[in-house]
């Protein structure tokens, strides 16, 4: 939370403090029909499984006496995942890890933890839900979440969730989608579960104003590519299962955008600048999902590039402002 002695703008760099550029529904455009959504099962073997519903996918892997999931959606989705889960094993979910803050992976979090599961991130994901947020890019704010909804069992850099016949091991991955990032290795069943630090075959979302970076991104992808061989599945936090292939040129896209960028902020050009020159053109059409994904993309590369500590909240505040 950030402390000021200017009194009158208090409560503007409080939501400085807590903003966040999630990947959520713009103000524009109407929320999700929750009641359309059909969840979509996919088998990754050895009783592991990817779930599609709406907002980042869902990894279920099942143990001897419980299952462990990775990441729960929205809340309206609840009951339609576990009805998914249920046709899967009719064991109990007993963990549900959340890969980072974002809603549309921990709106579940409450009522699962109602069901009696438990909730397990880094550390900051509980920080980042329990201050409430503001969307780096729009504005948008997300008010704290319910004391219900906080993860229940926090890890700082690594951590490993048991079940008979199945482990899931944690590792944080620091400043890449936001500051609270984390991965999950089942590594008997060779699957790797990554949130928003990969979206196969989209651009990502990455949260400059909570910790995320450009650099972190690469370094996230670098750790993957080690840890996986030709036939690992990865459950992306958006997009389709992927593999190894598919990971190497999202790295390389990655790697290109950050080379062009650091050019143009060298260059001492503005965010307006960068934007107007379209300088990731030639990757849009196999990673842009539309146009404003393409300019968001391209934003936030510029401000987790340009932006230096100091000038990150007031680079923040100038934008909230303008929309006030």
């Known amino acids: 939370m950030i402390r000021t002695g200017l009194a009158a703008a208090a409560t503007l760099l409080l939501l400085v403090g807590t903003a966040s550029a999630q990947q959520q529904p713009s103000a524009a455009s109407p929320p999700p029909d929750f009641s359309k959504v059909e969840i979509k099962t996919t088998d990754l073997g050895d009783d592991v499984y990817m779930l599609e519903g709406e907002g980042g996918n869902i990894t279920v892997a099942v143990a001897q006496n419980g299952i462990i999931m990775v990441d729960g959606q929205y809340a309206p989705l609840h009951d339609k995942i576990k009805a998914a889960v249920a046709t899967i094993s009719n064991l109990p979910i007993k963990y549900l890890i959340n890969t980072h803050y974002h809603g549309d992976h921990t709106g579940g979090n409450e009522s699962f933890a109602k069901d009696g599961v438990t909730i397990v991130a880094q550390d900051n994901v509980r920080k980042r839900l329990a201050a409430g947020t503001t969307n780096g890019l729009t504005g948008a704010k997300t008010p704290p979440a319910p004391q219900g909804a906080l993860p229940t069992d926090p890890y700082t850099n690594f951590s490993k969730v048991r079940l008979p016949g199945r482990v899931a091991n944690l590792k944080h991955i620091p400043n890449a989608h936001t500051d609270g990032d984390t991965y999950v290795w089942f590594k008997t069943a060779n699957v790797l579960a990554t949130g928003d630090t990969f979206t196969s075959g989209l651009y990502p979302n990455i949260d400059f104003a909570n910790g995320g970076n450009i650099k ?57 600048d960068v934007v107007a020159a379209k300088p990731f053109a030639d990757l849009d059409a196999k990673w842009a999902s539309s146009e404003l994904a393409s300019k968001n993309f391209i934003r936030v590369i510029y401000h987790s590039l340009a932006d230096k500590p100091e000038e990150k909240k007031k680079g923040l505040l100038k934008r909230l402002l303008k929309r006030s």
């Open 216 to 272: 972190g991104m690469i370094a996230a992808a670098d750790v993957y590519l080690k840890l996986t061989n030709a036939k690992s599945r990865i459950v992306p936090g958006h997009g389709p299962v992927a593999d190894k292939a598919a990971l190497t040129a999202y790295r390389a896209m990655l790697v290109t955008a950050r080379d062009r960028m650091e050019k143009l902020v060298k260059d001492g050009k503005s965010e307006d």
